[in-house]
């Protein structure tokens, strides 16, 4: 069986043996996947940001030895008006 291929100027020519089969599943439970593949792919991408965020703002920080010091915090003395 020969499949359908693109001709020079962009038309699909199909072959006379061509036949094609219509899609097992309605467009309903189509779109109803693929809004629960998103939901899905969205969840674990937003528990991992969200655990490594806690993972990194708990856990021991580096050497800040060589990082310089900070700056005094202002008064409302120190402020200019």
């Given at each position: 069986?020969?499949?359908?291929?693109?001709?020079?100027i962009?038309?699909?020519?199909?072959?006379?043996?061509?036949?094609?089969?219509?899609?097992?599943?309605?467009?309903?439970?189509?779109?109803?996947?693929?809004?629960?593949?998103?939901?899905?792919?969205?969840?674990?991408?937003?528990?991992?940001?969200?655990?490594?965020?806690?993972?990194?703002?708990?856990?021991?920080?580096?050497d800040?030895r060589?990082?310089?010091?900070?700056?005094?915090?202002?008064?409302?003395?120190?402020?200019?008006?």
């Amino acid at each position: 069986m020969k499949t359908p291929h693109v001709d020079s100027i962009g038309i699909t020519q199909f072959p006379g043996d061509f036949s094609s089969v219509p899609r097992r599943l309605t467009l309903r439970r189509r779109v109803l996947a693929l809004v629960m593949l998103v939901l899905f792919t969205g969840t674990v991408v937003a528990t991992s940001i969200v655990s490594l965020g806690g993972y990194c703002l708990t856990s021991h920080g580096g050497d800040t030895r060589h990082l310089p010091a900070r700056a005094p915090a202002a008064t409302s003395v120190d402020s200019p008006r």
